[in-house]
Structure formats: C-alpha cells, structure tokens
C-alpha cells in the first residue's frame, strides 16, 4: 500500500513565524503535491514537484515555498506565517506525471494565531 | 478554463437505499477523471480513475461511470460506514514537452446514510 506520512496532524503557531510542513512518501513517486482545503473552496493546489529539486507553482503559490531534495520528501515553507494560512495542508504523491491517481497523506490542521 | 462540478451537494440515504453522485466536467481533452472518499478530518483516499466514455469501475458497492461530460458515481444498498464526503477530479491532456498537468477537483457530495 502507498503510504505518505506528514510530520504534524495539528501545529499552532504565531503570526510572522516561519513554518515547516513535511511530508515522505515510501512508494518512489515521482510526482509530490500540496494542497490546501478550505470549507467552501475545495482542494486548491499550492505547489508540485515532478521530480528532485524541480518544483511548478500551482493555483495559489503566493506567501509558500517548497523544497524537494530528495524524491521521498517534499517540505512545504511559510515564510512568514499569516493568520489567512490557517488551514488544513494535504500533501500527495503519484507515480506518474499523467493519468495516475494521487495518494494523499492524513493531512495537517494548521492554526496561525 | 476547467471546471468540475459537483450534485448534490449533500444527500442523505437511509441504509439500503440507492443513489448516485454526479459530476459534471468542461475541460480541453481529457487524460483522467479520479473518485475520492474523504472522511471528515483525514485526506482524500482515492477511489477510481475513468479514462474514455464508456468505462466503468467497481469497488464494493460503489460502481463509477464516465460519460463524455459527467462521471456518475452509483451507491448500492449503501451502508452507514459510507457516510463521507466523495470528490471528484479531472485531469486535462498535457500538450507541452515535460511537468505534469494538475487535478482539478470539485467540491464534493457530503454522503450521510442513516442506519
């Protein structure tokens, strides 16, 4: 079975401090995403990568980085944490760049006070 | 520009009773359409993947179909345990060399089935 793991299932942090999400994957995908879902906005993809160190910008890329060192892990950055990015964070893999399914991860409820 | 959308928005069902889940889809050549279950604080698991008009997928007592222009997920005598919010996805042809092309995804039919 695919697994992706993400580093914290809840984080609290404050506003203008610089958050780290992690997420790894143990079935050597090609392919990682991260989300971000809001009620009433659905799934909205902040950043993917489609292999190591290469990283496209998605629907909403403003105010996030990413890094991808190696093809497991793939780490999602607020530089400056705002009360607006309170949010629950998916991230997922896929094997192939089209028509594959996308594995997600638990998730992780990030509240920025 | 692709859209996914996705009726009703809710349904409620009593255990045994039947139904089916619509999405509706525009996009410029389609690669995939994906099915997810999401239960309530946990990520998507995915369900299906449907690639041409006319094919259909099976798991347990879903049953996924693909039209042209909507995918229809079909419930049967479904059970409280299948009570979550189902999401459906679209994936358009990529036309340049190299990347990958991203999911679109509706908002989901939030499922209830009373026992």
């Known amino acids: 079975d695919v697994k992706v793991t993400q580093s914290s299932r809840y984080l609290v942090k404050r506003t203008g401090e610089k958050v780290f999400l992690e997420c790894v994957q143990d079935?050597?995908?090609?392919?990682m995403f991260w989300y971000r879902q809001d009620p009433g906005l659905g799934l909205r993809l902040i950043y993917f990568?489609?292999?190591?160190?290469?990283?496209e910008k998605g629907d909403i890329p403003e105010g996030y980085s990413v890094s991808r060192e190696k093809k497991e892990r793939f780490s999602l950055i607020l530089e400056s944490a705002s009360t607006n990015q309170t949010s629950m964070y998916l991230c997922?893999?896929?094997?192939?760049?089209?028509?594959?399914?996308?594995?997600f991860g638990p998730g992780t409820r990030l509240t920025v006070t | 520009e692709d859209q996914v959308t996705q009726s009703p928005e809710a349904l409620r069902l009593q255990e045994g009773e039947s139904s089916s889940l619509n999405c509706s889809y525009t996009?410029?050549?389609?690669?995939?359409l994906f099915w997810y279950r999401q239960d309530p604080g946990k990520g998507p698991e995915f369900l299906f993947t449907?690639?041409?008009a006319g094919e259909e997928k099976e798991k347990e007592r879903l049953k996924a179909t693909l039209t042209k222009k909507e995918s229809f997920l079909h419930i049967t005598a479904p059970k409280p345990e299948d009570s979550a919010t189902y999401l459906c996805?679209?994936?358009?042809?990529?036309?340049?060399?190299?990347?990958?092309?991203?999911?679109?995804f509706g908002k989901g039919t939030k499922l209830t089935v009373n026992p």
């Open positions: 997922a893999s896929s094997l192939g760049v089209l028509g594959f399914g996308q594995y």
């Open positions: 079935m050597d995908h090609e392919n």
């Open positions: 990568s489609y292999d190591v160190k290469m990283k």
């Open positions: 996009v410029s050549g389609l690669r995939g």
């Open positions: 449907l690639y041409s």
């Open positions: 996805a679209v994936q358009r042809v990529r036309i340049t060399q190299g990347g990958s092309e991203k999911l679109v």
